[in-house]
């Protein structure tokens, strides 16, 4: 398995930017891939971006294409997400989570980290 802890969410005004990490440990030799979900209140989790963590291959919700860049330091094992003119719907709880090789799904999830876009 692989631990999963999410950093750099804050407080921040609509059009600024953040910089999430998602520093992960364990049996990393095993990832395949890792995404940023997020949550929002009374709504379902859904995918805003992953990266395959050999080829470095990524995806992006349309809601945050142009606007999110997620990439990986593979020395370091963390992923990050890079959120430049936040909206207010950008305000969540965002999660990262791996794909182990040869699963269908991500499997290990990290705690969240809360990121609120005030207008």
């Known amino acids: 398995q692989v631990h999963l802890v999410e950093s750099g969410g804050g407080v921040v005004q609509a059009g600024d930017s953040l910089r999430l990490s998602c520093a992960a440990s364990?049996?990393?030799?095993?990832?395949?891939?890792m995404g940023w979900f997020r949550q929002a209140p009374g709504k379902e989790r859904e995918i805003v971006s992953s990266?395959?963590?050999?080829?470095?291959?990524?995806y992006y919700a349309d809601s945050v294409r142009g606007r999110f860049t997620i990439s990986r330091d593979i020395a370091k094992n963390t992923v990050y997400l890079n959120m430049n003119s936040l909206k207010p719907e950008d305000t969540a709880l965002y999660y990262c989570?791996?794909?182990?090789?040869?699963?269908?799904?991500?499997?290990?999830w990290g705690q969240g980290t809360l990121v609120t876009v005030s207008s």
């Open positions: 989570a791996v794909q182990y090789i040869g699963a269908s799904d991500y499997g290990s």
């Open positions: 364990g049996r990393t030799v095993r990832m395949y891939a």
């Open positions: 990266i395959r963590w050999g080829g470095g291959n990524t």
